[in-house]
């Protein structure tokens, strides 16, 4: 218990340090813009757009001051970390809206995508990557390491259309979008209680599994796009150390003593294969993240990528662009602090490491 | 030497090279296989007349067929191999050479300037392409407001001070032209794919620099310039050599899904998808309009398993053991 606490809290000051670095970073690229830009950024939540010009450049100045936007950087950072811990994010001129309401708002959304395709790609890319390394070089081990191998060739958008052809137009069996038109306007009603925000269990717990089973069938493009990817890469890297240990002295000590073959791969080497998946998989969780996103545009999902989608649209929009940004790398961490710890229950050489 | 006897004797290796010369190949004699539209260059090359509104199917004048817009396939397919040759290359040539260089130092020097670095490296991994995208894009559009640019559908205009318009881009100040110019995907790409090249050499370098040869070089009195590039370099790369390959493939593929979102310029595959996207899902089944999307869609997938395969081949050529 001691040493999970320990674990923990490295983890917890190794993210508050890379968020450190970023918001850092994330600063200093804004410096690049005029104070007026950057006034923006402290634009109060109940902003109102029905303001002469006058009086908007007049609130600007008043926020230059306040917030000592003329000042040195490490000054203005201190100012705008304080403001975004605060829960202040600033107002969208295009989104018009406060950008963190705008952010959690649809934030469900994109969380309910990333938990499913992980959901799916993390067993699949262990179990398919071990039994491919512990066959190796037979049927089933050529045919894991052709499909991996297309998978991680093949650009997900085009995986995207292909899926979009047949499984929507020819078969209607899934949907783009995130509800069918059928069932929007009862879950925006008030009859409809948002527990969790995933329509797919929030409608289980409003007693409708047909709900849950129309959200199933909108995230199922999306999600197989995302995994497809994700598990091809999973795959190849769990099979790669598997094939490194099957030579080990522990491997072979083990099948001398009789261990059936299947209770070595599953319970010796698994535990072993698991750690150097899981960091491969933290590394790429910020490439999943993007993946995220892009699927949600192409797929028309009504997610958080909506505010990167309209900031593309050359209008001036620093909160909107540093709220996404922040969003993105704070998912991304949160995503690295889940693998980690499931990868600590399962690999027990890091818990005696800590 | 052994390791390339071991590259050269495998059959993947040769897929790969082949696939990935048909590219060159198209590249260079672009001009020749497909003679550009000389009153308007690029990718894109207008057949026939604007007003026929759907994709025609392959003729004399458009060997695959033509878009939307009556712009030929082949003409992109081929082009857009030389545009994908160059971004590929020169994205990860850069970001290799930024991320072997702060690597090498990082960890040479050691202590405190290695683990600063190594942490910016680690920071920066958390940061999606996306939102570098959204941010440098921002960046761009503020700065083309303040300059007095505005920016619709049918083009841009300069407000200047005065009040007065200006219409042609070619009145603009050069800096307006450039940030018109500019991909954010492009910026945002250089910026944050050089980090596993950093952690892979540094990992390297800190293996070898506390061994013999590096010790006997220090001794002699040999500078840290002449032990880095000299001593330290040749005898860390070759993993990067992978890491390379296979990010020539990821870049490209990384821009044409870009592009093909909206967040992007250039890459003309992804163009053709763009337009070619609506006439997919047409009535009488996905091969109706079959140019469209065909090929270009095996042209990036053959351009992605080309070097994937190079790649592949490379990693097991250098290190044996994972075969």
Known sequence: MLSFLRHLGKRFLSILLTLFITTALLYATVMLTPAETRAELYMPKNFSPRMTEAQYQAMLERNIERYHLNAPYPVQYFYWITNLVQGSWGYSPTLQEDVLTAITRRAPATVEVILFSILVYLPLGLISGVIAGSKQHKFSDRSFRTSAFIATSLPPFILAILMMAFFYIDLHWFAPERISSAYSIFIKSDEFRQVTGFLTIDGLLNGRPDISLDALRHLAMPVITLAVAQWAILGRITRASLVEELHLDYVTAARARGVP????????????????????SMISAASLLTGVFVVEIIFNYPGVSFIALRSMNNIPDAPAALGFAIFSVFMVLLLMAILDLIQYGMDPRIREKA | MRSAQRFFTRWQNWVGLFLVLIFVVAAIAAPLLSPPDPKHPGPMKIIGRATLLQPQPPSQAAPLGTLSNQASVYHALIWGSRSALLFGLSVTLISAIIGTIIGMISAYFGGFVNSFFMRLTDALLSFPIIAAIVLVQQLISIALYNGGIRIYTQGSVLVLP????????????????????????????LLLSWMPYARIMNTMVLRIKKTEYVEAARAVGARHFRIIFKHLLPNAITPTFVLAARDIAGMVILQATFVFIGFGKGAPWATVLVYGRDWIYSQGGIFTYWWVFLPVTLALIAFGIGWNLIGDGLNDALNPRSQ
């Open chain 1, 261 to 280: 073959e299947s209770r070595i791969v599953w319970t010796h080497m698994f535990r072993n294969v698991v750690s150097p998946a899981f960091s491969s």
């Open chain 2, 162 to 189: 005065s009040g007065d318009f200006l219409f042609d881009p070619k009145d603009f100040p050069g800096m307006m032209n450039f940030l018109l110019d500019l991909d954010p995907v492009l910026v945002a790409l």
